[in-house]
């Protein structure tokens, strides 16, 4: 379907508004009567620019305060409407938003509203254009889109229909299955926001806390999917007002925004709805409309770690340490491989920048030229690779916080792209090698710190991408602050992560570095063989073990080791989560992990005892 997104979603002047909405890919645009009051472009010069940009208008907005008023505001507002509409005809605008009256309604009754509605729909046929009437979950005597519908439905005329706007209806939990009665024709035009569930006024939550479709909790698959049932075939337009989208980047808010609704168009034409309880005759179904996504399958989970190194050797040090040995070097580029069972960590010392840290992470998937088809349907860019004929096809993109992400697939029993590296020379294997393994298996998760202003856009890349499912949030204590964290899982768990964003504070990303998790089978081993190669691991304040102890009764052998191996504990009625912590390495440390039974989570009550170790030591170092 075609696509739309109203201007005041994103920051910016009305020219750079265009240029960015353009730029994402969207077919029109809905002009927020501000934008167009505070713009230097004249209604003409706007016409042109949208021209120029493939753009269409699509929709006119708002007009307040309108039905429900005494005769003299009634008269009045007719002719503020005749003003607007004339203007309408200047920019081609041939749809106006019409919001419930929240302000200036005196009279309550539908009579009122019906014969006030009339007279503004006889207006506006006179003047060419169409009312499209929609319910503010706030509205004074109007709330409902079942309500605005009734209205609209006995006014009975061409010129005014409905406007289905999912955040006014689904923020009041209305029953859905009155969309089915409403004729698609009547339906004049559709917007979409997402929210986070909240406790909040309906105001609030709507003026400051809208989200894109799939960055918050509710089923816009379900809503979309409803409407174009009905046989509405219309633009799908995004009506978001967000504090943070307002004070972004243009560029990425609209390109975000694109993204979220292919994901939901996708969704949408893959929901499966109930049998209407009424079918509207003449109404017919045009589920094809709605444009699907190529699939992805990255169940098989981590393919690589990619690290940048930075100065000195601290990254192969603690490499060794976990028990991980050299494999060989890239037979073209200036790359180390490291390995330990099915992790593989790839140093790239072509990366410039002096701290170390995450740079890139690889997934197997099932299909490279399908998962990268997805990539860019859902507007991300191939990031230009350097690559040998023959070498493996290894597509990468670019996350919102900066990482790589690339796409693999497997020859076998191995990643095909294992073949571009060694062998590792014999007489580099460093002393450790003849020590005993660390019993590291996999990876069990990645946790990546997002810049705040780019949270929630990377939650739905992620999502959207790789097709991964997301929890609910967590808001974990530490000292600096509070911090917000989200995990995407794939069904199987073959790839978990975890979107941290920390407080904000300046250096904030020096005190919570990313971190990749790995799995052991025996924790208490692990750390045994940890430390025999030389591994620090993050101290634990004693304070923890007593606590423990008086929450759970493990008893006094299961303590003492805890509390000589300094490892934290977790217990759900699930299974158990057993963890360690090493010490920073530039912009990076790892956790080594222990899961018994289906323990789900990610040791969330032992955050804020983690968070405070590491600034513990953060002011350590310094004061050393």
Not at 93 to 111: E, F, H, K, R
Not at 218 to 228: E, G, M, N, S
Not at 338 to 364: M, T
Request: with cysteine; glycine share 8%; aromatic share 8%.
């Amino acid at each position: 379907m075609r696509s739309s997104i109203a201007t005041v979603c994103i920051s910016g002047s009305l020219g750079d508004k265009l240029t960015a909405i353009a730029d994402a890919g969207f077919d029109g645009y809905e002009l927020f009567e501000l934008d167009l009051v505070t713009s230097r472009l004249s209604p003409e010069e706007v016409v042109s620019r949208s021209a120029d940009l493939g753009l269409s208008i699509d929709l006119y907005q708002p007009f307040r305060d309108f039905e429900g008023v005494t005769s003299d505001t009634l008269a009045l507002n007719l002719r503020r409407a005749e003003h607007k509409f004339a203007l309408m005809n200047r920019l081609g605008i041939d749809t106006m938003l019409l919001c419930s009256n929240v302000g200036t309604a005196t009279l309550p009754g539908d009579a009122v509203a019906i014969d006030q509605l009339g007279a503004l729909a006889a207006l506006a046929e006179t003047n060419g254009v169409r009312i499209a009437y929609e319910a503010l979950a706030w509205g004074k005597f109007v709330s409902t889109y079942d309500h605005a519908w009734d209205l609209v439905k006995q006014v009975d005329h061409p010129a005014l229909g409905v406007c289905l706007d999912s955040f006014h209806i689904l923020s009041r939990g209305s029953d859905l299955e009155t969309i089915a009665t409403i004729p698609g024709e009547k339906i004049f035009f559709c917007q979409l926001a997402d929210a986070p569930l909240m406790n909040l006024d309906v105001l609030s939550w709507s003026r400051h806390y809208r989200l894109f479709p799939g960055e918050g909790s509710w089923d816009l698959a379900d809503f979309v999917a409803r409407i174009v049932h009905a046989g509405y075939q219309g633009p799908l337009s995004l009506e978001v007002f967000n504090d943070v989208f307002r004070q972004g980047d243009p560029w990425v808010t609209a390109r975000d925004a694109r993204r979220s609704l292919v994901v939901l168009e996708d969704a949408a034409r893959a929901a499966r709805l109930p049998a209407p309880a009424v079918v509207v005759s003449g109404a017919a179904p045009a589920p094809a409309l709605l444009t699907g996504l190529p699939a992805v399958d990255a169940s098989r989970g981590f393919s690589f770690i990619e690290l940048q190194p930075g100065a000195g050797t601290a990254v192969d040090v603690a490499l060794t340490q976990l028990g991980f040995t050299p494999r060989g070097r890239h037979q073209r580029k200036n790359a180390e491989l490291w390995s330990q069972n099915e992790v593989h960590v790839i140093v790239n010392h072509d990366l410039a920048g002096v701290q170390p840290r995450v740079a890139a992470l690889g997934f197997e998937v099932t299909d490279v030229q399908r998962a990268s088809a997805r990539a860019v349907a859902l507007r991300s860019h191939l990031l230009p690779r350097d690559r040998a004929t023959d070498e493996d096809v290894l597509d990468g993109i670019l996350a919102p916080d900066g990482t790589e992400v690339y796409f693999s697939e497997r020859d076998g029993e191995a990643p095909s792209w294992l073949g571009e590296f060694g062998p590792a020379d014999p007489a580099e294997a460093p002393a450790s090698a003849a020590l005993p393994p660390t019993g590291i298996t996999h990876v069990d998760h990645v946790a990546l710190v997002q810049p705040w202003q780019r949270a929630d856009e990377a939650v739905l890349f992620y999502q959207s991408i790789l097709g991964l499912v997301v929890s609910d949030g967590l808001d974990l204590a530490g000292e600096a602050g509070l911090v917000r964290s989200r995990s995407l899982v794939t069904a199987d768990r073959g790839i978990r992560l975890a979107l941290n964003v920390t407080p904000l504070q300046p250096g904030a990303t020096d005190v919570y570095p990313n971190h990749v998790a790995l799995h052991t089978d025996d924790l208490v081993a692990t750390v045994t063989a940890l430390r025999a190669r030389g591994a620090r691991l993050l101290p634990i304040p004693q304070n923890y073990y007593d606590d423990l102890d008086a929450r759970l009764d493990l008893g006094s052998e299961v303590i003492t080791t805890l509390r000589a191996h300094e490892i934290l504990f977790d217990r759900d009625e699930r299974g158990d989560f057993l963890h360690v912590y090493t010490m920073p390495v530039g912009q990076f440390f790892c956790e080594i992990v222990q899961r018994t039974g289906d323990y789900d989570g990610y040791g969330a009550a032992n955050a804020p005892v983690r968070l405070a170790a590491q600034r513990a030591e953060e002011r350590q170092h310094h004061t050393d």
